[in-house]
């Protein structure tokens, strides 16, 4: 019998696997993954940035893990010889509105303990000749780096201190007893006396077939990029955002530099019509009929009718998405934006409509499951990882001791 199985090889599944073995040294652990190979959703589809994280209401979890994580990422890449480069982020304000906005975003920088300047038009341009605003920020603490090299260097963790990652093995059911859960991916099956569940985009399906009735759904936002052509990739030096509604704090397409050199532009929000599909157009019907029947669903679009409208129009208009950009990069046209992948992020939705922007954290006596890990949980997820690792630790507390099981 296993003493851990965890559900998912994202970046949290993986960084909560290597908090388990930490905590538990020497346990039995395996993560099952449904893929050939981990961190090829969420993880694997992202803009690549550690964050600051000056954005999170001061004194919340999601600022104090994104602030230790993005250390704990940086530390991370050091000692395991991966790429990462600390290139700082400009945060560029181009209306008055914006501009007022920038100055409530210093002082909840300042409140974080994150380190920023702020920087006038002049100054703006003097750094960044292809960038122009009435005011920005710069945060230098901002990195990039690319997560699917952090999830293998996970994956090895796990591997040498003797758990296992099965692949190719797609959880199907999850049966608890007094004593154990089993979990099954078609033929396959592991026992372990607890699970825990990171698995992202299906966090939901996971938790229900764990026999919990959740009262939230996830809904899959695609986040469309484009990529510039390599002689554009110099237009930037630091990574450049827009100053965010603070209503609509995940919109707003940015400009960045990827640790292989290139420069994407995006990502926008649109509805994703299948949780996984990530070619233009793709759709499945079992996905669309989960959030179809979901009352959460229809009140979150109808609450959002305007921007949803603004941020479709622009997905499927590339002469709208470009506007977006040339707000504060004037000299990009419509031939610099080549195609790229797009990302889905898993977006848990209430029953009220309310859209989740936090952790989310669901159990039974012997499971955990991640229900919700939105950005920046790529950033933030060493440190995410040891807090399930003590929730997995105190749960164990309470579980009968086997003998008496
Ligand atoms: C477009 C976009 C841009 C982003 N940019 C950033 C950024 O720049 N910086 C940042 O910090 N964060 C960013 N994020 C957020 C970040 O990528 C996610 O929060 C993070 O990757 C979540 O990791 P995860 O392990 O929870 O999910 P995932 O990476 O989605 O992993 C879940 C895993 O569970 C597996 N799984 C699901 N169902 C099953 C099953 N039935 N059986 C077995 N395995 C299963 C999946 O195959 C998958 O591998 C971005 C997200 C998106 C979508």
Not at 30 to 46: C, F, M, S
Not at 133 to 156: E, H, K, M, N, W
Not at 226 to 253: A, E, K, N, T, W
Request: proline residues 5%; aromatic residues 6%.
């Amino acid at each position: 019998m296993y003493d851990f199985c965890v559900i998912g090889g994202g970046i949290v599944g993986l960084a909560t696997a290597v908090s388990l073995l930490d905590a538990f040294p020497g346990g039995e652990l395996v993560v099952v993954e449904k893929e050939a190979g981990v961190g090829r959703h969420q993880t694997g589809h992202n803009s690549g940035v550690i964050h600051a994280g000056i954005y999170y209401e001061p004194g919340s979890l999601k600022a104090r893990l994104c602030k230790e994580g993005a250390a704990a990422t940086k530390a991370f890449c050091t000692e395991h010889g991966i790429a990462f480069e600390t290139c700082g982020k400009l945060l560029v304000a181009t209306t008055p509105l914006e501009l007022a906005r920038m100055g409530d975003l210093q002082a909840r920088a300042a409140v974080n303990g994150i380190e920023c300047e702020r920087l006038d038009a002049a100054e703006l341009v003097r750094r960044e000749r292809n960038i122009t605003g009435l005011g920005a920020l710069f945060v230098p603490s901002t990195g990039i780096v690319d997560y699917r090299q952090v999830c293998a260097a996970l994956q090895q963790i796990v591997v040498d201190r003797g758990g296992e990652v099965a692949l190719d093995a797609k959880v199907d059911r999850i049966g608890e007893t007094g004593s154990w859960v089993e979990v099954r991916a078609g033929e396959r099956s592991w026992i372990a006396r607890q699970v825990v569940a990171c698995a992202g985009l299906q966090a939901d399906r996971i938790a229900r077939l764990a026999g919990i009735d959740t009262d939230f759904q996830i809904v899959p936002f695609r986040g469309e990029y484009y990529r510039l052509p390599p002689s554009r990739s110099d237009v930037v030096r630091s990574l450049i955002y827009p100053i965010p509604d603070p209503d609509l704090p995940f919109l707003g397409i940015h400009l960045t530099r990827m640790i292989d050199g290139s420069v994407t532009v995006g990502p926008n929000a649109v509805l994703g019509f299948a949780r996984e599909g990530y070619r233009k157009g793709s759709v499945n019907g079992r996905d669309i009929a989960t959030f179809a029947r979901f009352p959460g669903f229809w009140k979150v679009i109808r609450r959002n009718l305007r921007s949803g409208a603004r941020e479709m129009r622009n997905s499927l208009w590339r002469k709208g998405y470009l506007e977006e950009c040339r707000r504060y990069c004037p000299s990009l046209t419509l031939a610099d934006l080549l195609p790229y992948e797009a990302g889905i992020r898993a977006q848990a939705v209430r029953r009220d409509g309310t859209l989740e922007h936090d952790f989310l954290v669901a159990d039974t006596a012997r499971t955990l499951h991640v229900c919700n890990a939105p950005s920046p949980a790529a950033t933030s997820a060493l440190p995410i990882g040891g807090m399930i690792a003590e929730r997995a630790a105190e749960q164990r507390r309470r579980l009968p001791t086997p003998s008496t099981a």
